[in-house]
């Protein structure tokens, strides 16, 4: 009995406990709520592999502007994605030009790409 309630002093919780129910009646625990993305490690090596070798070839092809223009537009370096208009915006220029500049940096990327695979 004294180990049932100093368990329930404890303010221990455990991810099967039951911390509810739903409309229905059914009853939620704590693993339900939470969300679990189960990461799979050899595919987030992979991914840092290609973004790496991707960042050599944009260093190797592309002009400094171009290469900030990729950054920033697909969100490499940790930066968050960018549409085109928010890149004009901060470069004083207009979308299209952007957009212009995205396309000439994509194609020198797939030549490159290309060419050494």
Not at 101 to 107: F, G, P, S, T
């Amino acid at each position: 009995m004294m180990l049932r309630s100093e368990k329930k002093m404890a303010k221990d919780v455990y991810l099967y406990d039951s911390i509810g129910a739903d409309k229905e009646g059914n009853e939620i625990s704590l693993i339900d709520v939470i969300e679990y993305a189960d990461e799979d490690v050899v595919e987030r090596v992979t991914l840092q592999e290609q973004i790496d070798r991707l960042e050599s070839y944009m260093e190797e092809v592309l002009s400094p502007r171009e290469q900030e223009i990729i950054r920033l537009r697909y969100g490499l370096n940790g930066t968050k994605e960018k549409t085109q208009r928010e890149i004009a915006d901060k470069y004083g220029i207009s979308r299209s030009y952007v957009s212009r500049i995205e396309k000439k940096a994509l194609a020198k990327l797939r030549q490159c790409y290309e060419r050494l695979m």
